[in-house]
T-cell receptor, first 111, second 116 residues
Framework: SQQGEEDPQALSIQEGENATMNCSYK?????LQWYRQNSGRGLVHLIL?????REKHSGRLRVTLDTSKKSSSLLITASRAADTASYFC???????????FGKGTMLLVSP | ETGVTQTPRHLVMGMTNKKSLKCEQH?????MYWYKQSAKKPLELMFV???????ENNSVPSRFSPECPNSSHLFLHLHTLQPEDSALYLC???????????????FGEGSRLTVL
């Protein structure tokens, strides 16, 4: 399977702490994206990072990409209860015309 | 109007029923997608439409029949479903090129389907 793998499957932290989620993938990519999904709702796009980029920021979100290790990480700083959601990475593999999603990391942020 | 609207949000149907899911996008995108999300499984791409033409069909059983009458509307017609088809069905759109559908996706809130 070409799908990315998020790690950990579940993460539980306190408000104010940082949350780090990882995504590993199999072959070369054009881009990698992170999405958030609140329970029972649709997915919301967070960040897209291209294969020639190493780091991107958006507010409290920081995404890194290490193509030599075929992995990406999503860091949420100073987490809030509202960050409770599932987070998915989606990879654009070279030679493939559509995205491949992983199974996601379920993040629980307790007040 | 929100970007991508799906109706109904919840649907319960028997195995012999015929029903349809509807998706409408107000973003001016030219590509629309149906995804299936089941518990503990990755998001599965079912169909991709670009400019009303189906460009991808990922081995989806014929009991699922998509229809794209124009670039703003996408339907998923359901008939003779099985209980294992119970899932969250997500519609998405994107401003894709004719051959590349790997950019940012804009999702609707989903239709939760239960097949009894």
């Amino acid at each position: 399977s070409q799908q990315g793998e998020e790690d950990p499957q579940a993460l539980s932290i306190q408000e104010g702490e940082n949350a780090t989620m990882n995504c590993s993938y199999k072959t070369s990519i054009n881009n990698l994206q992170w999405y958030r999904q609140n329970s029972g709702r649709g997915l919301v796009h967070l960040i897209l990072i291209r294969s020639n980029e190493r780091e991107k920021h958006s507010g409290r979100l920081r995404v890194t990409l290490d193509t030599s290790k075929k992995s990406s990480s999503l860091l949420i700083t100073a987490s809030r209860a509202a960050d409770t959601a599932s987070y998915f990475c989606a990879t654009s593999y070279s030679g493939y015309s559509t995205l491949t999603f992983g199974k996601g990391t379920m993040l629980l942020v307790s007040p | 109007e929100t970007g991508v609207t799906q109706t109904p949000r919840h649907l319960v149907m028997g195995m012999t029923n015929k029903k349809s899911l509807k998706c409408e996008q107000h973003l001016g995108h030219n590509a629309m997608y149906w995804y299936k999300q089941s518990a503990k499984k990755p998001l599965e791409l079912m169909f991709v439409y670009s400019l009303e033409e189906r460009v991808e069909n990922n081995s989806v059983p014929s009991r699922f029949s998509p229809e794209c009458p124009n670039s703003s509307h996408l339907f998923l017609h359901l008939h003779t479903l099985q209980p294992e088809d119970s899932a969250l069905y997500l519609c998405a759109s994107s401003p894709a090129s004719r051959t590349d559908y790997t950019g940012e996706l804009f999702f609707g809130e989903g239709s939760r389907l239960t097949v009894l």
